[in-house]
């Protein structure tokens, strides 16, 4: 509870005969001071303020800094934010309690008191990371993934019981469940939170972090909370607020009605785009206007999750009727829809259309002009329009095809791709594709103009067909920011009944995949009586989890992924997800499209991005005539009928009614007990990380950084998926030797997500994304360097793995750095980006920019983020990754003040060296104390210690 109250902000909210003490935003007067125009969002966080004054580490200046906030402003005042509750799903959350568990023992070990580590905040967990899609286009294809993913994550699951009964306030969804943030916006989000401290009952507004950068769905129901690394979440379950510069808030507002045929996936798309180019990265986005009323708050979470695609911290609505509505639909109480509507009110929380907030920046979108849309073929920003869809691909094809491929005089070539190829390498000769045999089913339209590279597929059952570049190997609806939306997801099973019913069939090479967010899907589709429509197409349930948009695609069809690696093809997924980064989908598809649930199956139907939607028929019906998209697309009336009459409270009340209990698989599990964990020496899933061996009860001085080496030079847009470990493991991988060398048979490897518990394997794995290119070691693909301790030369310096390589540096005491181009880490909030990071053994990175989450994360590693001069990168300066670096002034930091720049010089082996100023993105005092202590958790130890 706050020990000051400096404006007397302190008062009573009676709703319905009860009473809650609130903190109230209209106290907090004074010249220079407009709480009334401040955005939603910042209200928020004034609130958080006024509640948490403690004259310590928030102040009654703190609070007058938000208060008096200039929007006009860059962002400098630094304030601490206490969020109500964390959120985690299983991949990242794992990792938590297996650094709490550590903690638990190096607290005693320090001479502490275990029962410290624990969460003071409400921590609740969702499984939903687990489940992987290797069972499709069968009625038993649920049970057999949830068998297959129980005997997968065993000793996982037994350590996570064992946590839920170890530490206080932490709660755990089981699998089978739903997606953690559909969960989280239909059950676990409150809106207006409350909580009994000190005997008094307390109301203030629900905020949270979680460790998922999609933890923003929440946004939707005015809910503020956004995506942290897994150490944050861990420092903010311990009770420590989360260090923040106050933001500059972008005002994005919206007019008019969606249009018929634009879904809400289309408008987020759009928004995705015009966000990303507009720069908001660091920034709280938020919508306002009178389009704000008119939009479903399914639309509006569609929106929230897609924030971190755009690069904002946030992407909030405030609380209005609607988010009452669908609250009320979800089956809160009524106790709660009253005091949510009550206290948005009385706080001035309630969304006014007429009003004008200030904003720092502002955007306008008139949602009539959203069109059909999709995003690909490999960054969630990148829209095209469904009419261009055809001609993007062929565009993009040429930069995922061999050269020799490409036709060059067929009617129709894209000049732009041939432009691209050298004038040397174009081919003389035509490659055009030889129309398929008439036995067969094509995906290869023989109309020209493009790669062409056919081949033919033959299943057991002896049926051929030709495949080419451009085939749809996976159709997936799957991810939560598509999922938690009735109107597209009623909008894909009803264009599969008017499909089924013209008598149309997906393709027999596409991977179809349902995989909803939540069991309440399930329900208003039986209902409804659309299951077996979608069913019929293949598109029959898989599990509650996030598959395919994470990469627990499972494997392609084995004829399909034969062919597409025998003839080195560019086949395609079309997917209902928010990301489509390379190399995240399925190893075997190279081009990934994001699209709206309908778009998923017509895909399905179509079995090629080499058609054109709009024009190109899909199929043909019984009677032998072309059936077309426009044939089988449901209206938004069609649409709104079914919900109206198939969704009901009470779908949301009974699957959520003992939703921390789980199926009879989960409560059979043996659980070990005990307030520390039995640690099993040969556990190749959770095992004891070393972060707080040989720990002093007090830090040692920060050190400058000498004779450091790079292990990896990247170039622009390197994202978390690159660099933390993800998707399957090889068997030649270091990773995959190390579960060999363990007695694990291949069969048994499982995905790097579920290993997350063993720091062992994730070393192994960091920055192995097989689409990683590390300039150092030219001509590679994956996780390869150079090794310059192997050679009396940087020139002759052999080619290894990342992780021998940083076996070697360790050993001969050789720090490392990593170089990087722009928008360095965005993507997902993975700790093991900045862990695997720093246990390779970097300890600076020196990038053009940096996403937010893992720049704070690497902070929270120990290892410091540098940012090359403005206008200055790599091949400016002449950095080739073979010289020797020298780091010098971050012993400032020693002083208690953190330097605006430190010393950077690189010598190169000819004698040669590069000096400059790099900007240290070390961006809050709470960011710099962090660095002092090695890391976040240790420094989290050594406060808890010391109280």
Known sequence: MASQDSFGAKSTLDVDGKSYEIFRLDAVTGEGLDVQSLPFSLKVLLENLLRT???????ADDIKALAGWDETAEPDEEIQFTPARVIMQDFTGVPCVVDLATMREAMAELGGDPAKINPLAPA?????????????????????NVEIEYERNRERYQFLRWGQGAFDDFKVVPPGTGIVHQVNIEHLARTVFTREVDGVLQAYPDTCVGTDSHTTMVNGIGVVGWGVGGIEAEAAMLGQPVSMLIPRVVGFKLNGDLPEGATATDLVLTITEMLRKHGVVGKFVEFYGPGVSALPLANRATIGNMSPEFGSTI????IDEETVKYLELTGRSKEQLALVEAYAKEQGLWHDPSAEPRFSETLELDLATVVPSLAGPKRPQDRVSLSNAKESFRGALVDYVDEGHVNTESEGYDEEVEESFPASDVPSHSSKASAPRKDYVSAAPADGGRASNPAVVETADGTKYEIDHGAVAIAAITSCTNTSNPSVMIGAALLAKKAVEKGLTRKPWVKTTLAPGSKVVSDYYEKSGLTPYLDKLGFNLVGYGCTTCIGNSGPLIPEVSKAVNDNDLAVVSVLSGNRNFEGRINPDVKMNYLASPPLVVAYALAGSMDVDLFNDPLGQDTDGNDVFLKDIWPTAKEVEDVIATAITSEMFTTDYADVFAGDAQWQSLPTPEGKTFDWDPESTYVRKPPYFEGMPDEPAPVTDIEGARVLLKLGDSVTTDH?????AIKKDSPAGRYLAEHGVEQRDFNSYGSRRGNHEVMI?????????????????????TRDFTAADS???APVTSVYDASV??????????????????SGSSRDWAAKGTSLLGVKAVIAESYERIHRSNLIGMGVIPLQFPEGQNTESLGLTGEETFAITGITELNSGTTPRTVKVKADAADGQSVEFDAVVRIDTPGEANYYRNGGIMQYVLRNLLKG
């Open 808 to 825: 070697n540096y360790q050993a001969a005491g050789i720090p490392l750095v990593v170089l990087a181009g722009k928008e360095y880490g």
């Open 124 to 144: 609740e967990m969702v499984i939903d990371h687990s489940v992987i899609a290797d069972v499709f286009g069968t009625p038993e294809s649920f049970e057999r």
């Open 53 to 59: 004054e403690d004259g310590a580490d928030i102040t």
């Open 723 to 727: 660099i933390s470990p993800a998707g």
């Open 315 to 318: 992407a909030v609505f405030p």
């Open 794 to 796: 940087a020139a002759d």
């Open 764 to 784: 192994r794995g960091t920055f192995a994304n097989i689409r990683l290119r590390n300039q150092i070691a030219p001509g590679t693909e994956g996780g390869f």
